[in-house]
């Protein structure tokens, strides 16, 4: 454990063909931490977590979890994805446990985490639903929730909220950082919403328009729950909304 | 409150039905469709004739039906045994598809009634030569649904498995097969049906029985209502087959249509 980190991303860089699409980026995040990743829209930032997820191989630099290069394989990775993702044709209870049947989890473990998760989600009325039931929201959750359910080393987000209103939004932020606490996970939430990033993130990571680079690494320092509303709030939301302009 | 339209809706189907049938007895008794073309009445006559008589092709009506639905039954089994692994296999690993689809594409367009003459040479004119034009038949869509079904899985659920570390076959096998089920049943119902269409050239391959042969023979001795209820006992039996598929794939495919 050298200084603590659990992910090291070692000069990440990707180019599809002559187009330079990240360029150098180097961080590191703690075991547990939850980091907020913002960007102009179209900077890279969904490549960015393919790198990450290695659906994408980095044209050069290196992405470790503790000191070992990251592998699906390996590593316990999860992804909650932008778009719907459950599988259609498994219920909410199945749903919960894909993710866990591909990692070899035992069954009374996983029937264990389910029932927890259940309860977290406050589903448990509906844990025999197939996702066509269910709201996009709930849906949402159920991809939240399995997205935990295999207590991973690393957890990638990809604007899993982009699609809500603000009211939901609110309740599942909530939701995200109770499970957060809940399994002590490392979170990599990637999100255009500033508002969004100073709620949820313990350190906030701008990246620049395209090709992309780190350009500030903020540290949120707030207590929680966070009040939106109050002065150093709207202090680090309009910093950060400085940053990210371009023009 | 739904039971109620429900059953208004049963009463409008039946009525649609009922009034064909007596438009149908009434055009005939009054000579509107020809010395040829039979009656509803005369069909039935033909229907309670054939339960025990086994003119004018040799075999009772029962007998008939059994023959027809044996022949079409092996040949559709393995339609689907060989094309729907096939047509996954085809949309899953490119390798595959690009070694079989040349002779695919090819083989695709050849109607399955066009096999017959070279079928005589290879199998004779037993069940196997009838059974192998109406694999031809139904073969093709099973291959076709199969393949375009799961190349329409969502990359998003692949990505999901693979985030997790599943390898290539459990992704397929879990998430690929899954995804194109409804698909693959569109293609069984497009199966059965043009296997149960093939069957009346099928059983042209000198035949002893069948309700494609029933028909055929029925032709020859100009009994036009024999024909007709030979048509009526095929189009009954597929409506039978599409029913039974229907609760099946409300079975298999709980998840609804992708």
């Known amino acids: 454990?050298?200084?603590?980190?659990?992910?090291?991303?070692?000069?990440?860089?990707?180019?599809f063909g002559d187009l330079l699409v990240l360029d150098d980026i180097s961080f590191e995040v703690k075991q547990g931490e939850f980091v907020c990743v913002v960007g102009p829209t179209g900077c890279g930032k969904t490549t960015f977590l393919n790198l990450l997820t290695r659906i994408y191989q980095p044209s050069s630099g290196e992405l470790y979890i503790d000191g070992i290069p990251a592998d699906p394989k390996k590593h316990n990775i999860s992804f909650a994805f932008q778009e719907p993702s459950a599988m259609p044709w498994l219920t909410v209870s199945q749903n919960l446990e894909f993710g866990m049947k591909i990692k070899k989890i035992p069954p009374e473990e996983r029937a264990k985490r389910i029932d927890r998760l259940l309860k977290l989600l406050g589903m448990e009325d509906v844990r025999d639903a197939y996702p066509r039931q269910l709201s996009v929201s709930a849906e949402q959750r159920v991809i939240i929730g399995r997205a935990f359910?295999?207590?991973?080393?690393?957890?990638?987000?990809?604007?899993?909220?982009?699609q809500m209103d603000v009211k939901?939004?609110?309740?599942?932020?909530?939701?995200?950082?109770?499970?957060?606490?809940e399994f002590n996970s490392t979170v990599i939430f990637i999100t255009h919403n500033i508002e969004e990033a100073v709620y949820l993130a313990e350190?906030?990571?701008?990246?620049?328009?395209?090709?992309?680079?780190?350009?500030?690494?903020?540290?949120?320092?707030?207590?929680?729950?966070?009040?939106?509303?109050?002065?150093?709030?709207?202090?680090?939301r309009r910093h950060i909304t400085d940053s990210i302009k371009w023009w | 409150m739904a039971s109620r339209k429900q059953h208004r809706y049963a009463l409008l189907t039946s009525a649609t039905f009922i009034i064909f049938l007596i438009v149908w007895q009434i055009a005939g008794s009054l000579g509107l469709l020809g010395n040829y073309t039979p009656t509803p009445y005369e069909v039935l006559q033909a229907f309670f004739f054939k339960l025990d008589n086994i003119g004018p092709d040799g075999s009772l009506l029962i007998t008939n039906i059994l023959s027809s639905l044996y022949t079409s039954f092996v040949g559709f089994v393995i339609a689907v045994v060989v094309g729907i692994p096939l047509g996954l296999l085809m949309g899953w690993y490119k390798l595959f598809s690009r070694f079989i689809n040349p002779i695919f594409e090819i083989i695709r367009p050849i109607p399955a009634v066009a096999w017959i003459p070279l079928m005589i040479v290879w199998v004779g004119v037993g069940i196997t030569a009838k059974a192998l034009i109406i694999f031809f038949a139904a073969f093709v869509s099973c291959v076709i649904n199969a393949y375009t079904g799961i190349r329409q899985t969502n990359p998003a659920l692949i990505n999901v498995a693979k985030t997790y570390g599943a390898s290539n076959f459990y992704t397929f096998i879990h998430v690929g097969i899954p995804s194109a089920v409804p698909m693959i049943f569109a293609g069984l119902k497009i199966a059965l049906s043009t296997s149960w269409g093939t069957l009346v050239a099928a059983e042209m391959l000198a035949a002893s029985s069948g309700l494609g042969y029933m028909i055929s023979m029925a032709r020859q001795f100009g009994r036009a209502d024999i024909v007709v209820l030979g048509m009526v006992v095929i189009g009954l039996l597929g409506f039978l087959f599409n029913f039974i598929f229907n609760i099946i794939e409300a079975f298999v495919n709980k998840g609804g249509s992708v």
Do not use: C
Not at chain 1, 169 to 175: A, H, S, T
Not at chain 1, 221 to 226: C, I, Q, T, V, Y
């Open chain 1, 1 to 15: 454990m050298e200084n603590e980190s659990k992910i090291r991303v070692d000069h990440l860089t990707k180019k």
């Open chain 1, 168 to 181: 939901m939004r609110f309740y599942l932020e909530d939701e995200v950082l109770k499970l957060w606490k």
């Open chain 1, 203 to 236: 350190r906030v990571l701008v990246l620049s328009n395209k090709p992309a680079k780190i350009k500030e690494n903020i540290k949120i320092d707030l207590p929680r729950p966070r009040d939106i509303s109050s002065e150093q709030f709207i202090a680090l």
């Open chain 1, 149 to 162: 359910s295999t207590y991973p080393d690393l957890l990638l987000m990809d604007e899993p909220y982009g």
